[in-house]
């Protein structure tokens, strides 16, 4: 069955870097699209990034607030997709998930998805 498992968070310093990994299993990886959502404290849980390979070329997208500072890419020939964090600012706090599913699914909105890994914290604090 589809399944999705994120690992990578922890504590880190302002300015500092993390990179989050979701390993994908269960489904064909080059038909769908991964999505990376967080979900701060006492907030909902917003998408951030996203990668589509159903097009045969991939293509990503990201929120302003990431734009510049996290990148998402697939490991070579490997179903596990990361996504890298540079810069990380308080406001990146939270818990990181990564979702999988039709592109204009993840694009939808979280209420939308079906397919959710268990997420990983992130917290930003010095």
């Known amino acids: 069955q589809t399944k999705l498992v994120e690992s990578g968070g922890g504590l880190v310093q302002p300015g500092g870097s993390l990179r989050l990994s979701c390993a994908t299993s269960g489904f064909i990886l080059d038909h769908y699209a991964i999505g990376w959502f967080r979900q701060a404290p006492g907030k909902e849980r917003e998408g951030i990034s996203y990668?589509?390979?159903?097009?045969?070329?991939?293509?990503?997208y990201y929120a302003d607030s990431v734009k510049g500072r996290f990148t998402i890419s697939r490991a070579n020939a490997k179903d596990t997709v990361y996504l890298q964090m540079n810069n990380l600012k308080a406001e990146d706090t939270g818990v990181y998930y990564c979702?999988?599913?039709?592109?204009?699914?993840?694009?939808?909105?979280?209420?939308?998805?079906?397919?959710w890994g268990q997420g990983t914290q992130v917290t930003v604090a010095s």
């Open positions: 990668i589509n390979f159903s097009d045969g070329v991939p293509s990503t």
């Open positions: 979702a999988a599913g039709p592109l204009f699914i993840l694009k939808l909105g979280p209420r939308s998805v079906d397919y």
